[in-house]
């Protein structure tokens, strides 16, 4: 499944002038033109990510430059469910990208940010399985009525 950058910004509530800068920012998002769906669904939960620590941890977008290519390739290896019960071990200063299922930190020897993805991806399945209603669509104002066509091939005798 390959969502159009429309759906990435409704899943994540992202305005799109923030978005045209995570695209200028962040390499592996950088090369997507257009409107055509091509962001898998491993990328949407890299830059769920993203959007956690930005505005949960208050990281610049730009200092996730280095490591967003590592990021994005680890989101697009397995399915979601594989992250659900991990933890996201991000060291900027190293320039190192961790996930881990086991609840073992690693040794680390500079500032680490510790993410859970259960909570991010439990939030992405809500956004993305709640059905929309078509507000642009009103009831109609009147009762549908039969209407009577005119018969053909019969003539007036």
Same mark, same amino acid.
């Given at each position: 499944? @390959?969502?159009?950058?429309?759906?990435?910004?409704?899943?994540?509530? #992202?305005?799109?002038?923030?978005?045209?800068?995570? %695209?200028?920012?962040?390499?592996?998002?950088?090369?997507? @033109? *257009?409107?055509?769906? /091509?962001?898998? $669904?491993?990328? =949407?939960?890299?830059?769920?990510?993203?959007?956690a620590l930005v505005?949960?941890?208050g990281v610049r977008?730009?200092?996730?430059?280095?490591?967003?290519? &590592?990021?994005?390739?680890?989101?697009?290896?397995?399915?979601? &469910? *594989?992250?659900?019960?991990? #933890? $996201?071990? $991000?060291? $900027?200063?190293?320039?190192?990208?961790?996930?881990? /299922?086991?609840?073992? =930190?690693? %040794?680390?020897?500079?500032?680490?940010?510790? !993410?859970?993805? *259960?909570?991010?991806?439990?939030?992405?399945? +809500?956004? #993305? #399985?709640?059905? %929309?209603? @078509?507000?642009?669509?009103? @009831?109609?104002?009147?009762?549908?009525?039969? !209407?009577? *066509?005119? +018969?053909?091939?019969?003539?007036? /005798?």
């Amino acid at each position: 499944m @390959n969502l159009t950058p429309g759906q990435v910004r409704d899943a994540l509530d #992202l305005a799109p002038e923030t978005f045209r800068h995570w %695209k200028k920012t962040l390499p592996p998002i950088a090369e997507r @033109n *257009g409107h055509r769906a /091509s962001y898998t $669904l491993g990328d =949407l939960l890299a830059l769920a990510i993203v959007r956690a620590l930005v505005e949960n941890a208050g990281v610049r977008v730009g200092a996730l430059h280095a490591v967003a290519a &590592t990021l994005f390739d680890q989101c697009r290896k397995q399915a979601w &469910t *594989g992250f659900e019960r991990s #933890l $996201l071990v $991000l060291e $900027l200063a190293r320039v190192r990208v961790t996930f881990i /299922s086991d609840g073992h =930190l690693p %040794k680390i020897d500079a500032i680490g940010i510790v !993410v859970p993805c *259960g909570p991010i991806i439990s939030d992405l399945r +809500e956004r #993305l #399985l709640v059905e %929309k209603t @078509n507000e642009d669509q009103t @009831n109609l104002q009147f009762a549908p009525t039969v !209407v009577a *066509g005119r +018969e053909r091939g019969r003539r007036a /005798s």
